[in-house]
């Protein structure tokens, strides 16, 4: 490697759920009474810990200082967060200056990956990843789940749409493909979610938002392809046009039931070095030169197996 990657670099783009002292997990009993401290284990003791008054990590405030780095949200006169709460709010440019609150969301849960669940998805045919004896396939997910809970992995989202499809590819596929786009009225945030017409009121109601509007939170009607380099998605993209994704199948069809390990392990790392890349673009505010950029990338990954000890 001819450059050497910045401290504060490597300290943002690793950084995640156990260095939020404000919640001390490591302080609770899921912590205590757990054997292990590798990456998959840990990911348990945080569920197990989490309660329903908590928000969710994408939400907690390590998280929500990396969407001030987003250009697009970096702008008081339209985005700002009000003191002691946990989302992003957008202030209306009409008369009645009404605030559209954002939250956010994990692109990818780790839930999806560790657990396949096939259909119809009867419980004692869950499959639990992290329960397998192949080594190589334990490592990938031990690279994957030390990075779940990072900035590169988090979004603000104007509803978090939850089920068994959580998934970044899942998202982008259903809610943010040129198909979905087509048939839009209107991508702006004020048209979809202020009561149209009299726009005298806001939809700050998460549970009657649609999935299908999640990534509807600019003003404006910007295209698809403005919300992808908006929300630094570029990378889960093979092409410039943004049509073919890099993964385009369902954690299920890529395992086939066991006979696709192989294709496994590699989405698997796949999904890691993108969740770096956009952890990376996040810092430098999508504002980084390709050859530092790629170069960054895979020494952060080659660094991080190193300290998990992974080959």
Known sequence: MSEKVPEKLKEFVFRDIWEADEFGITKSQAFKKNKNNDPISLINVYQTWKSSNIPDAERWEYAMKSYDRYPCFNQKNRYDRKTGESYLYYRCTGACNCYFKITADVLTGPNAVIVLKPKPPKKETWIYLNKSENEELKSALELF???????GNFCPVMKNPGGDSDTCWYKLSNYLSREEFSKK??????EVFCKKLTRKGVNNNQVTRYPKDMFIM????????EIIKKLMLMDYYKDRGYSKLVIDQT?????KDGKGIEDYIKMLELLSLLIVKR???IYY??????ERFET???ALIEERKKELGIQ
């Open 145 to 151: 789940c030390s990075v779940v809970y990072t900035a």
């Open 185 to 190: 009225e209107s991508t702006d945030i004020e």
């Open 218 to 225: 600019f003003h404006g009607n910007p295209s698809r392809k």
């Open 251 to 255: 954690p299920a069809e890529i395992w």
């Open 279 to 281: 952890g990376i673009r």
């Open 285 to 290: 505010r999508n504002r980084i030169g390709k």
């Open 296 to 298: 960054y990338a895979k």
